[in-house]
């Protein structure tokens, strides 16, 4: 860990240091740096929020050195870690992938707990397009957090605001698909995206539903209230009398992104 004052709480710091020494214990000399971001550099974690974390590496990875990853990951991640812990998401990027920047970059490594049944039946991810990394390195940039190796911003170079965009776009018609299971983190990253798109600015999602529910009609800015009082946790993650609701909005922000994007291009 760096010397500089951290914004994650004990618990998530030791949760923290335990896939920083994962990390290190698989890939050795390739780890260039480790760096938070996500909610963490964001407003700060919510009682929901995943443990995000990027690894940028120096050369490529071995699909014996991702196995093992994804196998002790795994040990470290939500509910079924002893004890239970933060959801880890972890990225895993190769340098020379990102800087210089281009797009669309590559992962070499991609762990989520919602992959979790996969990795159980023996899946192990590898090197893809990976559109999301606009706002992962941007998130890293922004927050300056190593866990372990040199300042971001002497490792990764800055997105720019186009490509941000793109990417958010990009992964509009995942969410979409995803609304049913994961129907909050779906509507506020909805309402980001619209953020990004509109502003070029990159906001927590309880600030991006704020926002958002100005160019909603009413009954979508409810349905965007309950997300976000969901993701402070002072409401209960319960879309089952307001799932078709939530339907409509979520094409309401679709639309809404469609007609900022139009008048951005």
């Known amino acids: ?53 990027l690894a940028v590496v120096s050369r490529r990875t071995t699909i ?42 590559r992962s070499e490594l991609l762990y989520g707990e919602w992959l979790r049944d996969d990795y159980e039946a023996g899946f192990t991810p590898g090197s893809e397009r990976s559109p999301d990394l606009a706002l992962l390195i941007s998130l890293v940039l922004h927050g300056d957090q190593p866990l372990v190796g040199p300042p971001p911003a002497q490792v990764l170079d800055p997105v720019p605001t186009a490509d941000l965009v793109r990417a958010g776009i990009a992964g509009i018609p ?9 129907t909050t983190n779906v509507l506020l990253t909805l309402a980001r995206i619209w953020v990004t798109t509109a502003t070029g600015a990159i906001v927590p999602k309880d600030t991006a539903a704020d926002l958002a529910s100005d160019v909603l ?33 979520a094409d309401h922000l679709i639309a809404a992104i469609e007609r900022a994007s139009a008048v951005g291009g």
């Open 1 to 53: 860990m760096t010397g500089r004052e951290s914004v994650l709480d004990d618990v998530s710091a030791r949760q923290a240091a335990a896939v920083v020494r994962l990390l290190r214990s698989e890939l050795a000399s390739k780890l260039v740096g480790v760096y938070l971001h996500g909610s963490a550099v964001l407003g700060g974690l919510r009682p929901g929020s995943d443990l995000d974390i």
């Open 64 to 105: 014996a050195e991702r196995r093992h990853l994804v196998t002790g990951v795994m040990r470290l991640s939500g509910r079924q870690a002893r004890p239970p812990a933060r959801p880890v998401e972890l990225t895993i990027v190769r340098q020379r992938a990102v800087r210089p920047w281009r797009y669309p970059p």
């Open 174 to 182: 995942g969410l979409r698909a995803d609304l049913e299971t994961d």
């Open 217 to 249: 009609p009413d009954a979508d800015r409810a349905v965007l209230a309950h997300a976000r009082n969901v993701y402070l946790g002072v409401a209960a993650d319960d879309w089952s009398d307001q799932l078709a609701l939530a339907g409509g909005s």
